[in-house]
């Protein structure tokens, strides 16, 4: 038993090394993860972020539009360049949009083909944001409840830790009120609520 013990604390141990050893943090997504604002992606996120974790270089490779059809083809360019700690993978706001968005099971294949791609060790999961579809008709309410539930489902198939941004934001109990006025994009409070909820899943997961 005490054998057992030391070996499971070893690993633990191991492994916190090794994502010391490994100094980048990279946010992979859409405009959401981009800090969208203005019509062109910010550096709100990615700042807040660094503030947060000053041992760590953040580095932001979102891409505005982006969606898990295409996202495979950016990996190389992207993410596999760096020696990183850890990867913010947040798609699913532009898949679940209703005239040029994906299917259902075509998120899901994809989503899962993108953890396949990646070290499963080193991803934190994120899910389509809340958008208002009384101002953005590309938008649906029943498709981000949809593809929110699939990306959660693929955290737990893969064991991931999972933020569900549109989950965390009907909580506020005004999530209109975390938008932009074009109803996707996070304003100020909405970012700051993302930053929040990324922070607390980057320190359970350094902390392992």
């Known amino acids: 038993m005490l054998v057992l013990v030391l070996g499971s604390e070893y690993h633990r141990i191991e492994k916190k090394e090794m994502l010391m050893m490994s100094k980048e943090i990279i946010l992979f997504g859409d405009s959401i993860l981009a800090g969208y604002v203005n019509g062109h992606p910010s550096d709100h996120i990615t ?5 947060n974790f000053p041992n760590y270089n953040l580095i932001n490779a979102s891409i505005p539009g982006l969606t898990t059809e295409e996202a495979e083809d950016f990996l ?11 990867i913010i ?7 679940d949009s209703v005239y040029d968005g ?7 294949y994809n989503l899962d083909h993108l953890v396949a791609k990646l070290d499963p060790n080193k991803i934190i999961l994120m899910g389509p944001s809340y958008t208002n579809w009384k ?4 938008q649906s309410w029943p498709r981000t409840i949809q593809f929110s539930l699939i990306a959660e489902h693929c955290s737990v198939i893969h064991h991931l830790p999972f933020l569900n941004l549109n989950k965390e934001m009907v909580k506020t109990g005004h999530p209109n009120d975390l938008l932009q006025a074009d109803g996707i994009h996070l304003n100020q409070a909405g970012n700051k609520l993302l930053v929040n909820q990324l922070t607390n899943l980057i320190n359970k997961k350094i902390a392992e």
Request: charged share 15%; net charge positive; hydrophobic share 30%.
């Open 47 to 51: 700042k807040s972020l660094q503030d």
């Open 76 to 86: 190389p360019n992207k993410v596999y360049i760096h020696n990183y700690a850890l």
């Open 89 to 95: 993978l947040g798609l699913g706001t532009n898949d």
């Open 102 to 108: 994906l299917n259902a099971g075509r998120y899901a």
């Open 135 to 138: 101002v953005n008709q590309n």
